[in-house]
């Protein structure tokens, strides 16, 4: 489903479609999907680096949204095909943000900006207490930082 | 949200009405949608014969669906206002099954017929491991079987 | 649903619970299901203000989310019950903002934020292209903007 | 996404992935997800055998779900890899049906059956009137009838 690894700095990149489900009366994707949209990027992007969440959880290493930024600029239809985007933006000591974009993709190639976001997550414990992430967690993530920030 | 007590053989009414995230490009609540429901007049039944599926699964007794029927007589629209009627139709061994309606209820109290359904649920384990249902909720269940139908 | 009158500068109220399908296997609602509770709020204000949003879309105004801005700060249960509270926030010419919180509430009445946003709407015709907001709607709006706030 | 084209009487096969969203407190992909992935292996079919169900709809066909029957035999769980096979089981004067099935698709290949179940839509017009299905659907749709059935 990701079409390139995903490598520091530029976004990784997952590609779905709308589905009918996901669209409303008004005939666009219903705003709320473009958050499930960044976090099957994100899951896709952890995923490709070798830290599947999957994982993670098993290891009682839990990772709630704490803080969404969305911003639409034109809407999703169904049966659009999308590319979502990844990037790790900031990496602290038990929170992590990304940056996401969605695009639409025409069959030849031509691609619309649709949503663009970001999502802190803080890292809890099973019992849902904050929790400095794993020192592997951060050792796996801080080689995809963008080259200009500075790491914890 | 439940307007009045379950009682055996009838239908026990859950309130709600159509969010807009539910509906979809064809102007009508997403068929999905109805499962939803379905198992919202479910949870409140429970909790209101005194058995809140809530505290079941913090015995580790789930409760997950192995069969759904559903027929659709009228599409649901964008605020209407809807009775969800519930009711005990059969008591197994392991499984037990709710038969479901929906209807729309108008300002002026007429109501519409807009899906018919039925429901199997299964007892399992935190495992997964289909087990006897137990005792007290089955002595729970049990008074609000219809009259003509016999139980374990 | 709605539990009072929507009253300048403070949050109107509407009441839901949290359904089984709007939890994760974190075991809290899902973060998405936050925007759909804010718009679910947003919706029982136009209502009970006398404007709803049923009839708008019918006359060709339509009103996609175009921010979205949440913080959350502790997670929803199943079977929680909610409190969402809604206000009017800042009135322009083609958008309009809202605020936005969650709150459980327990039985003894008892309140715990869940989460805190912020939803930007755009007006806009059948065709998508942004509109001055309707004369009348803007009268509908106004008296509710608070106190300090200048309008358009 | 689909990974072959359709045939006569077998499954047409669309892969997606279980999404976090899609799970709930039991841990399981919510029983009303496998509604919309039913959904998803249609439309796909539809475009793959020329017909995408957005042109339809454009031209004022809609195609609504009238009836849904599911069997759940396994659950799908988050970042499962599915399966979608989808299939024209009968075609009516004015309604269609499909059937579907879920496996789940280890990284080795190995395949285990998770959902079964059948969707029958109904074809009317943009104000909800039943209409005979149009003559170039029906005949597109037709080759892919199974071999004992008989058409209309």
Redesign the interface.
């Known amino acids: ?1 990701s079409s390139f690894a995903a490598s520091p700095g530029s976004f990784h990149e997952t590609r779905t ?1 709308v ?3 996901e ?6 994707a ?4 473009a ?2 949209w960044f ?2 990027g994100r ?1 896709t992007w952890m ?1 490709d680096i070798g830290c ?3 994982d993670l ?1 098993r290891r009682g290493v ?1 990772m ?9 600029h034109a ?1 999703a239809r ?2 659009d095909q999308l590319g979502i985007g990844t990037r790790l933006l900031e990496l602290r000591r038990a929170t992590v943000i990304f940056e996401n974009k969605i695009e639409r993709i025409e069959p030849e190639g031509r691609r619309t900006l649709l949503v663009l976001g970001r999502v802190e997550l803080a890292c809890v414990d099973a019992t ?1 207490k904050v929790q400095r992430m794993p020192k592997d967690l951060q050792a796996a993530f801080e080689p995809y930082l963008p080259p200009t920030s500075v790491g914890v």
């Open positions: 489903m479609e589905r009918y489900a669209t409303d009366q008004m005939g666009y219903h705003h709320s999907v958050v499930s976090e099957l899951v995923r599947p969440y999957r959880e839990l709630p949204v704490v803080k969404l930024e969305l911003t639409y809407p169904f049966e849902g």
